[in-house]
């Protein structure tokens, strides 16, 4: 699942349109959304996305035997 899924999914859960989160990431809605067409967004900006939804922007590697990088 790439971030974009993840990021819909995150605004359902939350039922915040995608047009409220681009105003209040500080982008008009056309704008983000073309930016998540291509899903590439800057951990700093994840992390304000998380923080736009309450939530936390968490990204780690983890390994079969549960090693978590």
Request: aromatic content about 10%.
């Amino acid at each position: 699942m790439g971030i974009t899924d993840k990021i819909r999914m995150a605004l359902a859960y939350k039922k915040m349109s995608e047009a409220e989160l681009a105003r209040r990431f500080g982008s008009s809605p056309s704008a983000f959304n073309q930016r998540l067409k291509v899903g590439k967004f800057a951990t700093e900006e994840l992390q304000k996305i998380a923080e736009i939804l309450d939530a936390e922007y968490v990204f780690e590697i983890v390994f079969p035997d549960g090693t978590r990088i």
